[in-house]
Structures are given as C-alpha cells and as structure tokens.
C-alpha cells in the first residue's frame, strides 16, 4: 500500500525532524506493504522535496501558496487533501505537533479516512496497519486499525526513526496546483514563546526536569545549569507549573509537551502517569527522587533515592570536570 | 450568544495505576468502584463558558453523549453554572470512535438551533483521541480553533488566544465557530457550592435519540464506526532501573555523572 507523508515546516532544504522520521517509517510500511512513499511537501517544505527523497520518498508532490506560508490550517488541510487524493488508497501519516493535531481530524473527515491519532507505533502486521497509541493517561495502550480504504495515523515525535539521507537516491518531484484559500480565522498577533533561547524543549536531546519535590522556584536554576552543560532544554511536571514555579511552556506530559529525548532527567518528580506519558519515549531516563517507592523509578533507568539538595551540586560538579567546563 | 458545550463522563483520571483495571476482552477500562468524572479539559471549557456568559450574558447549553449514569456530570454543569442540558442517550447508538460522536453531537447541536459558540475540551482524558473538536467544525462547517486557554467576545465575533507550535497566536474568528479548550490558570472550574448543587437537582435534563436526531444506523450505528479496537492492554513495566550506590547523596550526585558517562548517555 502506498504510504503518504504530509510535510511542512523545516528550513530550507532539509526536512523538519518531524518528516524525516515520518519518511524513515513510511520507508518501512511501504516497503513490507509493497508500495511508494508519496511525500507532499507544503509551504515552506516545498524547498526541502529533494531532501524528502534522499529520505525515502520516491515522489513528491509540492504544494505551495502564501497561506501555507501563515500556518493557515484551513490551507494546510485542503493542500493535504490535495495530495491524497493523488494518491489513492493509502496510509497518511501526518507530524504529531499541534498544526498536526488541528489537520488531521478535519483531513480525515475529508477523506472518509479512520483516524488514530497520538500514534507511538505504527507496524504492518497480516496484511493491514496497526497504530498503537497511548490511552487513559499512559495507564494503557490502545492498538487499533482503521476499516477505511485511506487512513490517517498522526505520529508523535521520535516515535520512528529518521534514515540517514542518501544522496544518490532518485524520486520524482511535481508541482501541484490547488486552489488554496486562508481560512475564516485571521491572524492578529503571534507571541513567540519564551524559551532559554538554546534549544526548543521538544527537540532537546537532554531535557532535565523538575517537579513538586524541589518546593519552590530557586532549584529550577540548577537544572538549567546543567541542561546549559549538557546542551539541554529544561522541563517541568504539572505540579511544577500549577504551582507557579515556571511558565507553562516547559510543561512535559499529557497535557503539555511530549518529548522523546536521548537523555530526561526528572528531579523531584513522583511519575504520575500524567508527566509519563509526556516522556516514556526517552532513551535514557534518570530519577533522582527522595522516595525509593516513587513511580518514576518504574520507568526510570538509572535512579537516584536521595534529596536533590545533596544530589545535584556533586553532580554538577563532576559534569563540569568530565565536559572540561 | 448561546454557547454550547460538548462533556464526556470518563473514569476518573486521578486513579492510581495500582487500582486502574482493564477488561481485555470487552476492551475497556472496568471502571469497578472508581468515580466518574467530568473530562479535565470539558470542566475548563464549561469554565470558559460560563465565565464568557458572565461578562456578556447569553446562556450556556451543556451536552454529553453518554448511559443514564452520564445525569451526574450534567448536573455538575448545571451546577457550574450551565443553564440547560442535553443527555443524548448513548444506547441508542455505536459511538465507538470520534467520527461517529462528532455526528452525534453535531446533529443535536443543530437540533438545538441558534447556537453561536460550540467548546471542546482538547481530548476527553481518557481515549485521548482529541478530534472531536475538529470534527464538530467539519460537521457544522464552522470555522475551528483548536487549544483555546481563553476567548471573547468582539463585536459579531470572537477574539481568541491559540496555542501553536512555537507560541501562542491570537486570532480573530466569525460566529458561530467550534473551539477546543486547553487548560490555563484563569479557566480552572470552579468547584459549585451546596445551594447549586441543590439548585441544578431541579433543572429539567432533556434526552435525545436517535429518532429526534434523526440518524440512522448508517451514520452511526456498528457499521458507521471507522476504528476497530484490536487490542487494549496495561503494558508491563519491566523496572529495569539501577540504582546509582553511595554513601550519601554528594557521593551518589559524582557517582551518577560517571554513569552516564559509562554508559556513553553524555
């Protein structure tokens, strides 16, 4: 079966992260499926179709108009459609950020499409896909298939694994022309988001967090010497935010940002299935907790049972003797 | 402005994992002695709701989809402050996936007629699919916002703050539209005092089936559903967690930063 993958965002000639893991995937359900990978790149994207088929794609259709150029998800959504419905029967996986949270269900609508989104797998399994997502606040996985000819899966970051681009590849690019319209909602004023400035939480390969356990503002600073060390973002529980401690945008969890980093260290963090289900994708995950009974330590794997009063400046200062800092 | 507002009962997502229990072969949570609960986001956007009507009048419509037991969250709303609820009557229908709630709901909505502003929470907190929002807007062919902490009213519209991949955007959209609310400190649910609660334990709650909706089994009936549920299950965590040694917590901080480096993490 064909497997399409809807791209937007990146810069230049690069595909965004978010496409080129999406490629790496589609790559493989096309292959066991026996069928293309069809990449639309949108917008800004249109730039990146080459790097599209060095990721994978064997063709790509570019769709650009200066209302994808706004993030219009009207636009976005008719320019999807455009390109499945040059692709017949398929599986359209779609980047699991929040413009992909917008398009996907009204794509799917369009299409006649069943839709599962918030997928952590995708897998081929006895003739048809199988997306795998999580339910009840992490507490339970969900594995489910769609009925319709063409599916939607939206596919949560880091949840497959970009290829490395290879330069010699071949695939075709075409231009598709779509009536795309700006939608009934305009624009006023975009606020940009504060951040440390480094490195956005979701990209972050070291993201070190921190929960009700520091009881206060003044520890977060800690953490962001040693997320500026390790090259790292900072995050936070929901206890954290609600508490008033640190703004909502470092919020990691269900309800707040899902990463999926080489490295997560929660501080002060009990693991509510909550904040889990926000970073279980993390490759290595580190708890230093004072409770040796904490859940966290259930998808922790290396723990630390101390107080981090006494944990973290040993450890920031042997960090700094091993990077030569 | 007449509001509406879409609230699903779901098992109560406080509920430790040590008590939360699956049915494998019905594939679905077994609620057991759990309380049920108004979803997180549907309380924020019956907040946004209410606090909406507050500044500029109107009247907030609450509605779920849901088994008889689903009265008690619609008198929670009441409660809240809604002013009237619409229990749409879940056994006359096979709602087991967005598409076909989305019909549902959209159908009552316009049954009700005259509405002007239609709230989601973002995801139920439970299923956590987060498209009915969307869907509602497909349905209704009304304009969508999607992860809305906070709106108002401006002239024959709506000013609403959204947040987007890298910040947060304002933007201006028509009347009527469809919004699914996000959670944000100014549209924590105010929790009813006693006299509400008493008072909500008199408003009518009206039912509606499928007849009044007029929905046949083809649209959403078994055959309607585009989801199959293959599997639900609690996965196994396997602790694999080491635990870092030392003889206090400075020792364990070093011994920690060697670890990493052991295991080629930094």
Redesign the interface.
């Known amino acids: 079966m064909n497997i399409v993958v809807i791209g937007w965002?990146g810069d230049g000639q690069t595909p965004s992260a978010a496409v080129r893991e999406l490629l790496g995937g589609a790559r493989r359900l096309a292959d066991q499926s026996g069928g293309q990978v069809i990449a639309g790149a949108l917008g800004a994207a249109a730039s990146a179709a080459q790097g599209m088929v060095q990721c994978g794609a064997d063709r790509v259709l570019t769709v650009d108009h200066p209302a994808l150029r706004e993030?219009d998800?009207d636009a976005y959504v008719a320019a999807a459609k455009a390109v499945c419905d040059r692709a017949g029967e398929a599986l359209v996986l779609v980047p699991g950020?929040?413009?992909g949270?917008?398009v996907?269900?009204?794509l799917?609508?369009?299409l006649?499409?069943?839709?599962?989104?918030?997928c952590v797998a995708v897998d081929y399994e006895a003739g048809r896909f199988?997306m795998t997502?999580?339910?009840?606040?992490g507490?339970?996985?969900?594995?489910?298939?769609?009925?319709?000819a063409v599916q939607v899966a939206l596919v949560r970051a880091r949840a497959m694994e970009a290829p490395a681009p290879e330069a010699g590849r071949s695939g075709s690019v075409e231009e598709v022309a779509v009536q795309v319209a700006a939608?009934?909602?305009?624009?006023?004023?975009?606020?940009?988001?504060e951040s440390s400035g480094r490195v956005?939480l979701e990209d972050a390969p070291?993201v070190v967090s921190g929960g009700r356990g520091l009881g206060g503002p003044e520890p977060f600073a800690q953490l962001e010497e040693i997320a500026q060390l390790?090259g790292g973002a900072v995050g936070a529980s929901l206890a954290a935010v609600d508490a008033g401690w640190i703004s909502?945008a470092h919020q990691v969890g269900?309800?707040g940002k899902s990463v999926a980093p080489?490295?997560y260290i929660a501080v002060g963090i009990s693991g509510a299935?909550?904040h889990v289900a926000g970073m279980s994708g993390s490759?290595?995950i580190?708890?230093?907790n004072k409770d040796p009974e904490a859940?966290i330590?259930?998808?922790?794997?290396?723990?630390?049972?101390?107080?981090y009063?006494?944990?973290?400046?040993?450890?920031?200062?042997?960090?700094r003797r091993?990077k030569g800092a | 402005m007449h509001i509406a507002v879409c609230v699903k009962q779901i098992?109560d997502?406080e509920i430790s994992?040590r008590a939360?229990k699956?049915d494998r072969e019905r594939?679905v949570?077994d609620a057991g002695g759990a309380s049920m609960v108004i979803g997180?986001?549907d309380l924020n956007a019956l907040e946004v709701a209410i606090q909406l009507k507050e500044r500029h009048g109107g009247q907030v419509t609450v509605l779920t989809l849901g088994t008889d037991k689903a009265k008690d969250a619609l008198r929670r709303a009441l409660a809240m402050g809604a002013d009237a609820a619409v229990l749409i009557d879940e056994s006359q229908f096979a709602a087991n996936?967005?598409?076909v709630t989305a019909r549902i709901l959209a159908a009552a909505i316009r049954k009700l007629g005259g509405v002007d502003l239609v709230l989601t929470g973002r995801q139920s907190?439970?299923?956590?699919?987060?498209?009915v929002g969307?869907?509602l807007?497909?349905?209704l062919k009304m304009?969508?916002?999607?992860?809305v902490p906070r709106l108002d009213a401006q002239g024959a519209g709506l000013?609403l703050e959204r947040?987007?991949?890298?910040?947060?955007?304002?933007?201006?959209?028509?009347r009527p539209?469809v919004a699914s609310i996000?959670?944000?400190t100014d549209n924590v649910p105010r929790l009813p005092k006693v006299k509400d609660i008493m008072m909500a334990n008199r408003k009518p709650i009206t039912t509606y089936g499928a007849a009044d909706l007029g929905l046949g089994p083809d649209e959403s009936g078994e055959a309607a559903?585009?989801?199959?549920?293959?599997?639900?299950?609690?996965?196994e965590?396997k602790?694999?967690?080491?635990?870092?040694e030392?003889e206090?917590?400075?020792?364990?901080?070093?011994n920690?930063?060697?670890?990493?480096?052991e295991?080629k993490?930094?």
């Open positions: 965002g993030a998800a950020d929040r413009l949270w917008e996907a269900p009204r799917a609508h369009r006649g499409a069943g839709l599962v989104t918030d199988v997502k999580p339910v009840y606040g507490k339970a996985m969900a594995r489910l298939a769609a009925k319709t939608g009934p909602v305009r624009v006023i004023e975009r606020k940009r988001e956005r070291v390790l909502p269900q309800t080489d490295l299935s909550q490759k290595t580190v708890a230093i859940p330590f259930r998808v922790a794997h290396i723990g630390v049972v101390g107080d009063k006494d944990v973290l400046p040993s450890f920031l200062a042997e960090l091993i | 098992l997502p994992p939360f699956i594939k949570a997180p986001f996936e967005p598409s907190g439970e299923w956590d699919f987060g498209q969307a869907l807007a497909e349905e304009p969508f916002v999607p992860f000013r947040e987007a991949d890298g910040g947060i955007v304002v933007v201006e959209a028509p539209c996000t959670n944000a559903n585009r989801l199959e549920v293959l599997d639900l299950f609690i996965p965590v602790s694999e967690c080491e635990f870092i030392g206090n917590g400075a020792e364990k901080g070093a920690l930063a060697r670890k990493l480096v295991r993490v930094i």
